[in-house]
């Protein structure tokens, strides 16, 4: 840490919420750790972690029930004003008013915030041109991109000029460029005006960009320092895994999972990464799949976060429906699509788009804020009319037969859809019936459900009163319950953490290992290695289509000889971008 005074300190802070006749919650339990200025710090954990509640502790927005937090050396308890006047907070739901326009929202915003008229021009124009926004001055908040929206919404975070940004997962659901242009701002002001920045994020790529990480987990500090230092305690356990002829990542993937002595396996460019304190095993495993194991990888932070809340977080048991589930996936198309095309008056949002995806295939629809994979998306779900071409879903036409292929298809929402007032069990008998589940099939199919996604013990609990885990396991059950062919999946793993997406992608796997074809949209790049094909949108047209390798490939160059899906993503979309 620098010798200078923290730019926010917590000192042995208690934080609890709720009734005592319900149950109170501790959200931070004495926690301590310092941020300083002129540099970046991640928070990062766990759903339920503590990461909302320090942050909104920092900006003065609750007290804490016993210990200190001294904001740029102020009591945000009792000096809120002075504090909230010293620094800029952008909470997960940054509240822009739609119907106004950019200008509208910085003059609205610099009101709020005091800043002085003949101060604004000169500083509104420093924040369009970081933002990249200045182009967008009259278009209304509503008609910009998710990652236009939340740089508007930084931009508004810094009107008044702070020294200290407190920023709530700014990146989460805006796509991979956007995730760069923000991280490549929040850089430009820490390098250039020396403030400090707070991030709570989902994204562990992002924490390694961080100079100091603090890792939270149930209301506990469990580590703080530079990202490298996490890394090094994981030197000779991370291994990767190269698939042979015949064999995709994700099997191999799955296999992985199910030994024993793994920690934590992933898919990397391709490769499955993995975290073990058992070579020989690995070794063994390999032989099995015909795939090359390549020892002593160099670790990463990822790798050390997994192994650090892998003995804190019960493993998770996926079983599998089918006795031999790679014998139910075959080349029949389940979905296919021919020149589908979609107007909102005259403008055209998706441009003549083709493919096919076949049983027990995960294929992902990828692309920037509005490029047309999520209309493309409802289209396929029967959500929003085709204005034209053809969509084929579970072998009923969209346009002529709709009700015959949504109950061939299971679909699950990118934000919570569930009713909330509703209890869990109550959620899934209200779908089961939707779907036209009755009587002693419906409820043999909920207790079974209840009991697969880990829900008995929450099966009367009201949905709302869910973590976002939990909540996520519950949509994913409702929308399985009926056993459909198909299953849609809109951002799945939006605002979730790093072992709730873990968990998701088991029981994906483990669907789709059954037969079941995935359908899935994603701003999670890493997950897109989990797909066996993917198709890749920009400007409502196709940009790419193939498996991850082939996309891959189309990125591989003497600068780049290994890309990942993100950087093809990226390079793809920028040359898409430079021949318009």
């Not at 937090?69 to 997960?92: C, F, N």
């Not at 008013?97 to 002085?116: I, T």
């Not at 490549?184 to 961080?210: F, H, K, M, N, P």
């Not at 139910?328 to 788009?353: C, I, N, P, Q, W």
Request: hydrophobic share 40%; net charge neutral.
């Amino acid at each position: 840490m620098n010798d200078a005074a923290p730019a926010l300190a917590f000192a042995d802070v208690t934080r609890t919420f709720g009734a005592r006749e319900r149950g109170r919650v501790t959200a931070l339990r004495s926690v301590s750790w310092q941020a300083s200025a002129g540099r970046i710090t991640g928070l990062v954990g766990p759903d339920g972690a503590g990461k909302t509640t320090s942050l909104r502790l920092a900006a003065g927005l609750l007290t804490p029930d016993a210990g200190s937090v001294r904001t740029l050396g102020l009591d945000p308890t009792s000096e809120v004003g002075a504090v909230r006047d010293r620094i800029g907070y952008m909470p997960q739901r940054f509240g822009l008013y739609e119907d106004l326009s950019v200008r509208e929202n910085l003059d609205l915003f610099a009101d709020l915030q005091g800043v002085e008229p003949r101060a604004r021009p000169a500083r509104f124009e420093r924040l369009m041109r970081i933002a990249g926004l200045g182009p967008f001055l009259d278009r209304r908040a509503g008609q910009l991109s998710g990652g236009m929206k939340q740089k508007l919404g930084l931009a508004c975070a810094l009107i008044k000029e702070p020294e200290l940004l407190l920023l709530d997962e700014p990146s989460v659901g805006v796509d991979p460029v956007s995730r760069r242009e923000l991280w490549a701002i929040l850089d430009e002001l820490v390098s250039e005006r020396g403030i400090g920045v707070v991030v709570a994020t989902a994204y562990l790529d992002e924490a390694e960009r961080c100079a100091e990480v603090v890792v939270l987990d149930r209301g506990e500090v469990l580590d703080h320092g530079p990202p490298a230092r996490f890394a090094t305690t994981q030197r000779g356990r991370v291994a990767e895994l190269v698939p042979g002829p015949g064999e995709t990542p994700r099997r191999l993937q799955v296999a992985c999972v199910e030994l024993p002595a793994t920690v934590d396996a992933t898919i990397r460019a391709g490769r499955v990464r993995v975290v073990s304190d058992e070579p020989t095993t690995l070794q063994r495993l390999a032989g099995e799949h015909h795939a090359e194991l390549r020892q002593a990888v160099e670790p990463c932070f990822e790798d050390a976060f997994m192994a650090r809340l892998a003995g804190r977080h019960e493993r998770l048991e996926v079983e599998r429906r089918s006795a031999r589930p790679s014998e139910r996936a075959s080349d029949e198309v389940t979905v296919r699509v021919r020149d589908l095309r979609k107007r909102f008056g005259t403008f055209e949002a998706v441009r003549g788009v083709s493919f096919d995806v076949r049983r027990g295939e995960v294929f992902g629809l990828l692309g920037p804020n509005g490029a047309g994979k999520t209309t493309t998306f409802r289209m396929l779900c029967g959500l929003t009319a085709i204005s034209a071409g053809e969509a084929t879903v579970a072998g009923h036409d969209l346009r002529r037969s709709g009700r015959k292929a949504r109950a061939k298809l299971g679909y699950m929402a990118q934000s919570f859809s569930l009713y909330g007032s509703l209890s869990v069990a109550q959620n899934l008998r209200f779908f089961g019936t939707v779907y036209g589940l009755r009587g002693r099939i419906l409820r043999a199919r909920i207790d079974a459900t209840l009991g697969e996604f880990g829900l008995l013990d929450l099966r009367d609990e009201e949905a709302r009163r869910l973590t976002a885990g939990y909540k996520q396991r519950l949509s994913m059950a409702a929308a399985l319950l009926h056993e459909p062919d198909i299953l849609f999946l809109d951002e799945p793993t939006s605002g979730v953490d790093p072992l709730a997406r873990r968990e998701f992608w088991q029981r994906i796997n483990a669907v789709a290992l059954d037969g079941t074809t995935i359908v899935v949209t994603t701003h999670f790049l890493e997950e897109a290695e989990f797909c066996d094909r993917m198709l890749i949108m920009a400007r409502g047209s196709e940009l790419a289509l193939g498996t991850p390798d082939e996309i891959r490939a189309r990125a591989r160059s003497d600068a780049m000889p290994d890309p990942t899906i993100e950087d093809a993503f990226i390079a793809l979309a920028q040359q898409q971008e430079d021949a318009a």
